[in-house]
């Protein structure tokens, strides 16, 4: 029987993502601001819940298109509002075409968002060790405080500490996962 981080329920779209997605080193701006998205959407709810909901999120989103976000206006938010198949709340909506701007003025300033976003680390994963996840971190703090100087909403340090975990800035598999590795940073 494979091993898996505790999270992991039994249910196929958690595996998959486990296995072939969390906490794998992810440079690719468009992949970089999906998660994002995805990870301000799902704040005060489960991951689960939005991986169910991605691919609707990614066809009501424009497939994740930064520059269409950023653009968006009040006849396509009152078009999100209505759609059932994504989580439907008006803050969150707003502050993903907020967000969409920042990232764009990030990548302007650092040439791609995956250069700022890597820079903190000196391009290099940091590996967690221990099963206890932590909510927050030095890192995330500055993370999200950097980004909210910005201009960004929904990401405080424990959306970051969760964004920083997905796209593998930050490696925390469990200790008896598969996916473990055994550097300390």
């Given at each position: 029987m494979v091993m898996r981080c505790s999270w992991v329920n039994d249910e196929e779209i958690y595996i998959q993502y486990h296995d072939?997605?969390?906490?794998?080193?992810?440079?690719?701006?468009h992949k970089l601001f999906e998660l994002l998205i995805l990870e301000q959407f799902q704040a005060g709810l489960s991951w689960i819940t939005i991986l169910k909901k991605r691919q609707n999120f990614r066809k009501a989103f424009d497939s994740f298109d930064v520059e269409k976000i950023s653009h968006y206006n009040d006849i396509k938010i009152e078009e999100l509002m209505k759609n059932k198949g994504i989580i439907r709340n008006r803050r969150k909506i707003k502050a993903s075409i907020v967000n969409a701007k920042v990232f764009i003025n990030i990548q302007e300033e650092y040439g791609s968002f995956s250069n700022y976003i890597w820079h903190f680390t000196q391009h290099k994963v940091l590996y967690l060790n221990g099963d206890v996840a932590p909510t927050t971190s030095k890192l995330s703090d500055e993370v999200s405080s950097d980004l909210k100087q910005r201009g960004m909403t929904f990401v405080g340090s424990t959306i970051m500490q969760s964004y920083l975990e997905a796209i593998g800035v930050m490696n925390h598999h469990?200790?008896?996962?598969?996916k473990h590795h055994k550097k300390i940073s």
């Open positions: 072939h997605e969390w906490g794998i080193p992810v440079y690719d701006d469990e200790k008896n996962c598969f």
